[in-house]
């Protein structure tokens, strides 16, 4: 009666996250069904299992402290890695990723959304993935939109912050200021093509967009000419 009230939880990209009661010969499949199924963004082809490492009897010390299982997601049953024979035991917890997806816009054959299978993914694979530029692109011109990271976001609200307390008259209104959730990297693809993953193929991270125009042999001139 006294011992803790057994439980696995879920998270990530399911209906319902959270924590669910243990029951014996539970299998991860069972805890998605329990957690409403996975989400239409979740990355279905892998899902991870933490467990802690707890043994009552034990008279030495051990710094290992929890292990992870990773198992492949088929036609919504788990594969790979002896999953017909897992079972889920009390505290462990399910992780199913979201599913990390770059764009790709412009002069390439196959414009899209793709999906990062790799951490460190780069350019040249996105436009490999993509089926390579078109006769029509400028590479050189070719430009890397990138989201803010909550890091980035947190030190660009300390500036904001910073600024505000020691604006004054002669200061640019913070009001003023068009901050966006984006910035653009700066790339030279032409390079990043020509050398795959040499510093100029830069690693990609999820949400980024890559723009390719196309070549335009003109330019234009205004102001006070003929």
């Known amino acids: 009666d006294l011992k803790e009230?057994?439980?696995?939880?879920i998270y990530g990209e399911v209906a319902n996250p959270g924590t669910f009661l243990f029951s014996k010969n539970m299998t991860i499949e069972d805890l998605l069904v329990q957690a409403g199924g996975l989400l239409e963004e979740a990355a279905t082809t892998r899902v991870e299992v933490t467990r802690r490492i707890k043994d009552p009897k034990s008279t030495s010390f051990s710094s290992v402290l929890g292990k992870t299982f990773t198992f492949d997601i088929k036609d919504g049953f788990i594969v790979?890695?002896?999953?017909?024979?897992?079972?889920l035991e009390p505290f462990d917890a399910v992780y199913n990723r979201?599913?990390?997806?770059v764009v790709v816009a412009g002069e390439v054959l196959?414009?899209?959304?793709?999906?990062?299978?790799?951490?460190?993914?780069?350019l040249s694979d996105l436009v490999s993935k993509a089926g390579g530029v078109t006769?029509?692109?400028?590479?050189?011109?070719?430009?890397?939109?990138?989201?803010?990271?909550?890091?980035?976001?947190?030190?660009?609200?300390d500036?904001?912050?910073?600024?505000?307390?020691?604006?004054?008259?002669?200061?640019?209104?913070?009001q003023k200021l068009n901050l966006s959730e984006t910035y653009t990297v700066g790339i030279d693809l032409?390079?990043?093509?020509?050398?795959?993953?040499?510093?100029?193929?830069?690693?990609?991270?999820?949400?980024?967009?890559?723009?390719?125009?196309?070549?335009?042999?003109t330019v234009k001139?205004?102001?006070?000419?003929?």
């Open 190 to 217: 032409e390079k990043a093509l020509a050398n795959p993953k040499s510093d100029f193929d830069l690693v990609l991270r999820e949400g980024d967009v890559l723009y390719i125009p196309e070549y335009v042999n």
């Open 98 to 101: 979201r599913q990390q997806n």
């Open 135 to 157: 006769p029509d692109a400028y590479v050189k011109g070719a430009r890397l939109i990138r989201k803010l990271s909550d890091e980035e976001r947190r030190r660009q609200n």
């Open 159 to 174: 500036a904001i912050r910073m600024a505000q307390n020691g604006e004054g008259k002669d200061s640019i209104s913070i």
């Open 80 to 87: 790979g890695g002896n999953a017909e024979n897992f079972y």
């Open 221 to 226: 001139i205004s102001g006070s000419v003929m």
């Open 110 to 122: 196959f414009s899209g959304s793709y999906s990062l299978l790799k951490k460190n993914e780069r």
């Open 5 to 9: 009230e057994e439980t696995v939880a």
